[in-house]
């Protein structure tokens, strides 16, 4: 009886460095760019797979409840897009965020610890590499690379990969930072204008403090708008009337 030949391991091109170097540079061009940060994520995606000559490549970032959820993918499969949020701990990839480490799995359709078994059968998919994206050791997400045929990923391409999600992770802590310095900067802007208001009301309506500050309440709720709306008409109307 003939015996059954074991699957041959695929072997991916080998990429030169120009083009290594190349693909990086695209992606440290588009991190210092004025995209948004959709669509720097988006381009990351695009760019690693070409250069991993990757079947799907996707990026999962932690989101309010700790959970990994797809932001960036070049897959236009929407059942593969629209993927559950994994766990802390849960699936490859979780287990990747939880150890901050990479982890690689040859074949994701027999890998027990690989969740959506038959996605990958639909899709085609064979091995997967994921990477924690960490900033200052802190995990913030995780990058997936699949290719659609059995492959031993070798060291040089888990540096490649590992390169690009340091850079991306410095991207997406950048832009949050930014964020939520500019919702600080208008929450002290806004808390100056109700100041602001308040001395209008002390001096022209004769109100203590607290009374100015429960006049401007009462505004905001009677009118179904913010403090800072109401704040803004007062200053708005005092400078109308010099």
């Known amino acids: 009886m003939a015996q059954k030949k074991a699957p041959q391991k695929a072997k991916i091109r080998e990429h030169s460095t120009a083009e290594i170097l190349n693909a990086l540079s ?143 992770a410095v991207t997406i802590d950048n832009t949050h930072l930014i964020v939520k310095t500019r919702v600080i900067e208008e929450e002290l802007e806004g808390r100056k204008m109700i100041e602001r208001a308040k001395g209008i009301l002390m001096r022209k309506k004769g109100l203590g403090e607290e009374e100015a500050f429960r006049f401007i309440q009462k505004e905001s709720m009677d009118r179904r708008t913010s403090m800072r709306q109401v704040a803004e008409a007062l200053i708005l109307g005092e400078q109308l009337q010099k």
């Open 26 to 168: 695209k992606v440290s061009a588009a991190i210092s760019s004025d995209l948004y940060l959709e669509d720097v994520l988006r381009l990351i995606v695009t760019v690693t797979a070409g250069v991993m000559n990757s079947k799907i490549c996707s990026l999962m970032i932690l989101n309010d409840k700790k959970e990994l959820e797809i932001k960036a993918t070049q897959s236009i499969n929407p059942e593969y897009i629209r993927k559950p949020n994994l766990k802390m701990g849960e699936g490859i990839a979780g287990k990747v965020a939880i150890e901050n480490r990479p982890i690689v799995v040859f074949d994701v359709q027999s890998e027990k610890e690989y969740i959506h078994k038959d996605l990958a059968r639909k899709e085609g998919l064979a091995s997967l590499l994921s990477v924690p994206l960490a900033v200052r050791g802190k995990v913030i997400g995780v990058l997936n690379t699949y290719t659609s045929t059995p492959h031993e990923f070798s060291e040089e391409e888990i540096e490649i990969l590992q390169t690009v999600a340091s850079q991306a």
